[in-house]
């Protein structure tokens, strides 16, 4: 019997260095879809330019590292289409037909809008381009039919303006695009070394691209349990950050070290160590794997143009499509 998967789309905006948030939050979690679904991935380069549009000549050497990251972090473009979103200009021009049918308040109700514009207060975005961007990010996901988008809960709201997008667009042209459903990630958030979110604004991260020296240094400022001041105090791993790295990064012995934080039988050096080594066990392959692909960015390039091939090819086949449909041949 013929099955066809599902298809899923997701983006990351080369907007600095990947970090271990980036890693265990989508990464990890691309990995395993990709054996599941037909798989969609770009470095949504354009979204970067919503909020850095002052300065988009460091977004174009971000997007080198951070196809450089996709596959040094173990995506396999044998199974998964990897692509730049600027490749493929008819993103751009889905998203202005969309915009034709969009009223303006479906776009200023949009949660992260107003959030965004009161957090980033040293970036102008009274933009068209910033209002318009989750209309972008329909653009991207209906182009490609993608039936699957993993979200978090924060973009639930955009997820649900896509799927009134496309009822619009079916029910003034026929019925064309599927609805996109949220695949509600399982993925862990890990906080930044001080205990806030991890962010590169924070200064906080700890980087895929860190020395082992760098690990080291950010795990021992890691925010522990105040309560525990001496080696014989006894410990909550609940509100300790090191621990909440132990639970994503030392799965197998997670038990054991809540139980020894508990009854202060492992100080926090030991299990700072115990942590770092963890961490390094996963970084390590991927910094070895990032230094092989630097020595050969011709693969890297082919397997960029690989992607824009074949992303572009169901990519123009929507347009036509759309053209048809919209009576715009
Ligand atoms: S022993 Fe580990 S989990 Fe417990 S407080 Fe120290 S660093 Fe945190």
Redesign the pocket.
């Known amino acids: 019997m013929h099955y066809e998967k599902k298809r899923v789309l997701s983006g990351m905006r080369p907007t600095g260095p990947l970090h271990l948030g980036h890693y265990v939050g989508a990464l990890d979690n691309w990995k395993k879809m990709a054996d599941e679904y037909d798989c969609y991935f770009m470095v949504a380069d354009w979204h970067a330019l919503t909020t850095e549009y002052e300065e988009p000549a460091r977004i174009s050497s971000w997007i080198k590292e951070l196809f450089l990251d996709f596959l040094s972090a173990g995506l396999d473009p044998e199974k998964s289409v990897l692509f730049v979103q600027s490749d493929i200009k008819e993103h751009a021009e889905l998203t202005l037909l969309l915009g034709m049918l969009t009223p303006l308040s479906w776009l200023e109700r949009v949660p992260t809008y107003k959030e965004q514009k009161q957090q980033l207060v040293n970036k102008d975005l009274s933009t068209y381009g910033f209002l318009g961007y989750p209309l972008l990010q329909t653009a991207d996901i209906i182009i490609y039919n993608a039936d699957r988008v993993p979200v978090g809960q924060d973009q639930l709201p955009h997820l649900e303006l896509a799927r009134e997008i496309v009822r619009r667009f079916n029910y003034l042209y026929g019925t064309y695009f599927t609805e996109p459903e949220g695949l509600l990630s399982p993925a862990p958030k890990l906080p930044g070394i001080d205990g806030r979110k991890m962010s590169k604004s924070y200064d906080n991260a700890i980087y895929l691209k860190d020395s082992p020296e760098e690990i080291m240094k950010k795990i021992n400022q890691m925010v522990?349990?105040p309560a525990?001041v001496r080696r014989n105090d006894k410990?909550h791993?609940e509100v300790?950050s090191?621990?909440s790295y132990?639970e994503i990064f030392n799965t197998d012995q997670k038990e054991e070290?809540a139980e020894g934080?508990r009854t202060a039988s492992?100080?926090?050096r030991d299990?700072?160590k115990q942590l770092f080594e963890r961490i390094w066990q996963e970084l390590e392959p991927v910094q070895k794997k990032r230094k092989e692909l630097q020595n050969n960015m011709d693969f890297v390039n082919e397997v960029r143009e690989q992607g824009k091939k074949k992303a572009l090819q169901r990519a123009e086949k929507t347009i036509r499509d759309v053209h048809r449909l919209m009576g715009l041949l």
């Open positions: 522990t349990d525990r410990g791993p300790c090191v621990y132990q070290i934080c492992i100080g926090c299990c700072k």
